[in-house]
């Protein structure tokens, strides 16, 4: 009888260890449950866990962008930016953002230049444009008839630059530079340098894109007979030397000579195409309109290989 009851002694003590063992676990169970911070779920070792790029994320799709020539054009070349050292991306980006609508705050172009900037229809062209594709774009021309970069070294030219916060500046000069028949390609290259230093004084980090005159002609008058008119020779040389200092100092330029034609075929093609005024310099509205919308092709061309990686 004794061993009996011890048997039943244990079997009692087992089942009753039991019992507590299952509430143990059942209400550890809820405390875990609702616990204030629970352990993470760990992924299975071989599950890879991929987190996309915010970039990845904000793609955005391409600009589509076709400029008509005109037929009479003849000898162009590709109407591009060139930029090996990438100084254009900041701006890039911010228009990326722009599109994205990741962005409110607007991008600021200030664009300075001789009397074709004067004239407002060839930068104010490129800006409307800007601004149909990305929405807040505040595009400021300077221009002053005559200019070459050393008009605007002037102290209070500098300060209403700066003034204005440009997130990109666009130089025009050349024009006035190659007309000069004593013209020096180093008076030309310091004239260049002593403006950027300027800007690069009070703008550190701005990028700059130079740009290339569109061509020109030259005139000569010979006593009781008509004035005549020959393709200016001394452009190339000034096309040179904006390489040659933009080169040296790592800043983008967008050759619009080489674009319409270059040394053969740059100012042949604006006459013969009638976008030229009489002085064979400057020109007609139509001719300003298409050198804005050019400038505006090969910003998109360089903003479309940006965004496609």
């Given at each position: 009888m004794v061993k009996n009851n011890m048997t039943g002694d244990v079997l009692m003590k087992r089942n009753s260890l039991r019992l507590i063992g299952t509430l143990l676990f059942f209400f550890l169970g809820l405390s875990v449950a609702f616990a204030q911070d629970q352990i993470p779920v760990q992924p299975k070792p071989d599950s890879i866990l991929i987190i996309k790029p915010l970039r990845e994320i904000m793609?955005?799709?391409s600009v589509f962008v076709s400029i008509t020539m005109p037929e009479s054009f003849v000898g162009l070349n590709d109407n591009c930016i060139i930029d090996p050292n990438e100084t254009l991306t900041p701006f890039l980006e911010h228009l990326r953002l722009l599109r994205a609508g990741a962005s409110r705050d607007s991008i600021r172009v200030v664009h300075i230049g001789d009397s074709h900037v004067r004239g407002h229809i060839y930068p104010q062209a490129?800006?409307?444009r800007l601004k149909e594709d990305f929405g807040a774009v505040i595009y400021t021309d300077m221009g002053v008839n005559?200019?070459?970069s050393l008009t605007f070294t002037h102290a209070q030219r500098i300060a209403d630059i700066v003034n204005l916060k440009p997130d990109l500046l666009i130089l025009s000069f050349g024009t006035n530079e190659s007309h000069n028949k004593k013209y020096n390609q180093n008076i030309h290259y310091n004239q260049i340098d002593e403006l950027v230093k300027l800007l690069r004084a009070d703008l550190p980090n701005i990028p700059i894109l130079l740009t290339t005159p569109p061509g020109a002609y030259e005139s000569f008058r010979q006593r009781k007979r008509r004035r005549t008119y020959s393709v200016n020779p001394r452009t190339i040389t000034a096309v040179e030397t904006i390489f040659r200092y933009a080169r040296n100092h790592k800043l983008a330029v967008w050759d619009l000579f080489a674009a319409v034609g270059g040394a053969e075929?740059?100012?042949?093609?604006?006459w013969d195409s009638n976008l030229m005024r009489l002085d064979h310099i400057h020109y007609l509205p139509e001719g300003y309109v298409l050198q804005g919308e050019l400038l505006y092709e090969a910003i998109?061309?360089?903003y479309n290989t940006y965004v496609s990686f």
């Open positions: 793609k955005v799709d490129t800006g409307a005559g200019a070459t075929r740059a100012a042949k093609n604006w998109i061309k360089e």
